[in-house]
């Protein structure tokens, strides 16, 4: 791919992102799934709780053709956008797609917009809190017994697991893209790091702010979106000199700071660390019985050479899943997490094709 072009798609990607939350005429419509007084595995409640999504698609009579989308971190309901659509892997002509937004994400209750636990007060989370959350929209609300699929990239891809774990019978697939099956250390040294970027801003005030924790949110978003999420050797190939890398970093920084609220970042942020499957009740903290409890037909897709989650843990995953079969979503030129990002035209293509095809085999 010409490199300028290369560089225009990514630098777009970005500045789509900073408008993510602006809903458009042409959208599905945001809708609010009122789940009154929220219990939280760690005994907080999130007072009058509500899961933003939307739909697209026709549910069938017998609400069977059911996929849920799950969103990744500092993400919405959009994530995934590449995959959903006619004839598309997530065609909307054959299924209905469920696209939900996470707790914390700024659309679903979050620090950013709850009435009664604003800012500091909001209570924190985990990814089985968010899995539980869309369990109920998907059982009690849309009265799906039995999805096709769950399906999402990043914090996406470790719901998509955390569904398989908890709720084994519910679901005849996944399909978890760049995900981890428990947090490393090393993702949480990154994550960390970048949560210090915004809190070491005198203008967080502790997490009390009144406006943008801007240079806070200029690091947070030059780090994670211009460095962590690529690799040494795809950041060579977009950019030749010292000089256009530095210029490249300021367009990131310039498009993708307003992104995100800093306290919704921060405590989503926070669930990802905490993210373990053999945390969930019944393994004991055993990870790999998780995993090897997994019914669900499995594909995972991973970034070669990720540096926020790991291919080796998604390598992994695949080994002790029963049946799991896992891709590398691109080789030629490893471009780590920004492989399940949505950022390329090639990268989109194969992974349309391959859960395409991983969709047609069930029954």
Same mark, same amino acid.
């Given at each position: ?167 084994? #019978?519910?679901?005849? @697939?996944?399909?978890? *893209? ?6 490393? &250390?090393? +993702?949480?040294?990154? /994550? ?93 903290? #055993?990870?790999?019985? @998780?995993?090897?409890? *997994? ?6 897709? &991973?970034? +070669?050479?990720?540096? /926020? ?55």
């Amino acid at each position: 791919m010409n490199i300028a072009i290369m560089r225009g798609l990514v630098l777009g990607l970005v500045f789509a992102t900073g408008a993510t939350f602006a809903h458009k005429p042409d959208e599905p419509a945001h809708q609010k799934y009122a789940e009154g007084n929220f219990a939280l595995e760690n005994g907080s409640v999130i007072k009058d709780f509500e899961l933003s999504y939307t739909t697209q698609g026709t549910l069938n009579a017998d609400k069977s053709n059911a996929i849920l989308m799950v969103t990744a971190i500092g993400g919405n309901h959009h994530r995934i956008d590449y995959l959903i659509g006619p004839g598309k892997a997530l065609d909307t002509n054959k299924y209905f797609v469920i696209c939900t937004d996470a707790i914390g994400n700024g659309l679903t209750s979050s620090p950013s917009n709850s009435k009664q636990q604003a800012n500091i007060d909001f209570p924190e989370f985990n990814i089985r809190d968010m899995v539980n959350s869309q369990y109920r929209l998907v059982s009690d609300h849309f009265g799906i017994q039995k999805l096709v699929a769950v399906v999402g990239a990043s914090m996406g891809g470790m719901q998509a697991l955390q569904w398989a774990v908890s709720y084994p #019978n519910s679901m005849q @697939a996944i399909a978890p *893209i760049i995900p981890l099956a428990k947090t490393t &250390a090393w +993702t949480t040294g990154v /994550l960390e790091m970048l949560r210090q970027s915004i809190m070491t801003d005198p203008a967080y005030q502790g997490g009390k702010y009144d406006k943008p924790v801007e240079q806070g949110m200029r690091l947070w978003a030059g780090w994670l979106s211009g460095v962590i999420v690529r690799t040494p050797a795809y950041l060579d190939q977009l950019n030749t000199s010292a000089a256009a890398e530095i210029e490249y970093l300021h367009k990131v920084q310039d498009g993708g700071w307003k992104r995100m609220d800093a306290n919704d970042w921060i405590w989503q942020s926070r669930a990802y660390d905490r993210h373990d499957l053999g945390q969930t009740q019944g393994f004991n903290g #055993n990870t790999s019985a @998780a995993l090897k409890s *997994i019914k669900a037909k499995t594909l995972i897709l &991973a970034g +070669t050479g990720d540096l /926020l989650n790991p291919e080796s843990d998604a390598k992994l995953t695949a080994k002790l899943v029963p049946g799991a079969k896992y891709l590398a979503i691109n080789d030629r030129l490893p471009m780590g997490h920004l492989s399940g990002a949505g950022a390329t035209k090639d990268e989109n293509a194969f992974q349309n094709k391959v859960i395409t095809e991983f969709l047609s085999t069930l029954k």
